[in-house]
Nanobody, 124 residues
Framework: QVQLAESGGGLVQAGGSLRLSCTVS????????MGWFRQVADQEREFVAA????????AYADSVKGRFTIDRDMVGNTVNLQMNSLKPEDTAVYYC?????????????????WGQGTQVTVSS
């Protein structure tokens, strides 16, 4: 069993930056794939970025490419999302996800473990 806990959300002006962190605990293996998703009320969860824990290979949604960076800290057991040049349309609840034997998974249905989410609000 794996537990995920997000932190770092908040309110920021357009053009600003935020860094989200996801702390991973429990039975965790290097085979895990990790992802960040976001969700606006009543809409489907949307893929943002993914990373393989072992190799650190990354993938991004086109909407965030060049602005967001995903990385992992193998000592602190965190997966982080650095968000720069934020736009009002980035406003959402951001979720961390994990899947054992996962690669760069882009569908929320492919992930078995989720955090509780952290709110990001970007004002214009």
């Amino acid at each position: 069993q794996v537990q995920l806990a997000e932190s770092g959300g908040g309110l920021v002006q357009a053009g600003g930056s935020l860094r989200l962190s996801c702390t991973v605990s429990g039975r965790f293996y290097e085979s895990y794939g990790m992802g960040w998703f976001r969700q606006v009320a009543d809409q489907e969860r949307e893929f943002v970025a993914a990373i393989t824990w072992a190799g650190g290979t990354e993938a991004y949604a086109d909407s965030v490419k060049g602005r967001f960076t995903i990385d992992r800290d193998m000592v602190g057991n965190t997966v982080n999302l650095q968000m720069n040049s934020l736009k009002p349309e980035d406003t959402a609840v951001y979720y961390c996800a994990a899947e054992r034997y996962g690669g760069l998974l882009r569908s929320p249905r492919q992930y078995g473990y989720w955090g509780q989410g952290t709110q990001v609000t970007v004002s214009s």
